[in-house]
Structures are given as C-alpha cells and as structure tokens.
C-alpha cells in the first residue's frame, strides 16, 4: 500500500526541540524526504535520508529512521517562530517504468511555535 | 537560476467550467510531475513526464484531467468539466534526474490554489 501517517499538528514553545514523526508502508523505499511549505509558498526540501542509514544531522535538524518499524523522525533543535509551517513527510515508490520515480506524501504536521 | 513556477496562482471557476494550470520547470529539467493537495489531505502523485512523454499518470482520478508537456518545455493540466471534488492545491515539481536517483532534488513551485465552486 502507499499510506504515509503523520500526526496533524504539533505546538512548542520557541526554544524548545520539535519533534515531528512520520509512518511509511514502503520498505523498499531508497529515500525518505522531509519539506516544508511556509503559508502561501510551495514545497521546500528541508533534508533527506538515504534509506541504509540510521540518523542524519544537518545543523538544527536531525533525521532519524527506524527501517524495522517503518519510522522516520525530524527533530528541530532550538525551534525559532520562523520554524512555523507545515512539515510533509515523503517516501518514493518505483513508478510504472520502473525506478523510483513517485513521492509518496503524508498530509502534513502543522507545526505552531509560540512564545 | 530561476525555480519551477505556476500559473495562475489562484483559480475560482463554476462546476462545469474548464480551467487550465500551468507549469514552467527549471529549464533543462526532463521530468516534471503534477502533485494535489485536496482539503489538507496528503500530497497525491497526479502524473510524471520525461521530456515530452507521460512516464506515469497513474495518479491521474479520471478523463476530465488532461496533462500535456509540448516539446518538453512547460506543461499544462486541463480540468474539463471541472467538479466540485477537482478543488485543491496543484503542486508543479521538476527535477534534472528521476526523483530517487542519488542526489537529486525535486523542486516544487508555489501550487495553484483551485477552488470550484
């Protein structure tokens, strides 16, 4: 099935880390993707994981993937009010021709940071 | 460099109208995929062209969606009759190489936001 679950929204107070986590169905996935769209922009990758790794870590963002249960994170360290958007979990998925060439998105995590 | 971008915006159109959205890639960008967004629901895959050629449009709902990318340039997505379920945000991506291929980024454009009403 092509099903990737996130929870709707998150609230955290500027400061604080985020932690936004994501279900996928595909094990064979190659890559799994984090973007986020800022309201009235369009999507904008923020970091991705190769699927033999465990963790990745790009400045305040960690990534982290759990293959066994089909588990991805992002953690936001030190979360700013400019961190507020919606974060859009992705996974690919072979296309008809063979390669992976479909993103398979969740619904989105609104992340709302206060002071 | 300039990035993917959409036309228009937003579109308010009456059941039963047609309307048709455009995309201009990056240039020198082969694949091209449709994306929709439906009432905050996920992002779903529409279709996926290389160069001037439908590759998959298995995410396509039905005939009254017809995409076409003439010489491989900008693309367009016609809904004709559109419906009160065709409302949504349409998301533009291009990108160099297939999406899942080793280092390659697609890049989205802001998404045509349709209403029908």
């Not at chain 2, 159109?13 to 048709?20: P, Y």
């Not at chain 2, 990108?95 to 936001?113: C, D």
Request: hydrophobic content about 30%; some cysteine.
């Amino acid at each position: 099935g092509e099903d990737v679950e996130q929870s709707l929204f998150l609230s955290v107070r500027e400061g604080d880390s985020s932690v936004i986590n994501c279900t996928y169905t595909d094990s064979s996935s190659t890559y799994l993707y984090w973007y986020k769209q800022e309201p009235g922009a369009g999507l904008q990758l923020l970091t991705y994981i190769f699927s033999n790794m465990d963790m990745k870590q790009d400045q305040r963002l960690t990534v982290l993937l759990n293959k066994k249960d089909k588990h991805l994170s992002l953690r936001i360290a030190d979360t700013q009010t400019g961190d507020s958007a919606i974060y859009f979990c992705a996974e690919t998925l072979e296309g008809f021709s063979g390669g992976y060439n479909k993103l398979i998105f969740g619904a989105g995590t609104r992340l709302a940071v206060h002071p | 460099e300039a990035g993917v971008t959409q036309f228009p915006s937003h579109s308010v159109i009456e059941k039963g109208q047609t309307v048709t959205l455009r995309c201009d890639p990056i240039s020198g960008h082969d694949n091209l995929y449709w994306y929709r967004r439906v009432m905050g629901k996920e992002i779903k895959f529409l279709l996926h062209f290389v160069k001037e050629s439908k590759q998959d449009e298995s995410g396509m709902p039905n005939n009254r969606f017809l995409a076409e990318r003439t010489g491989g340039t900008y693309s367009t997505l016609k809904v004709q009759p559109a419906e009160l379920e065709d409302s949504g945000v349409y998301f533009c991506a291009s990108s160099r190489q297939g999406i899942g291929t080793m280092n390659t980024e697609a890049f989205f454009g802001q998404g045509t936001r349709l209403t029908v009403v």
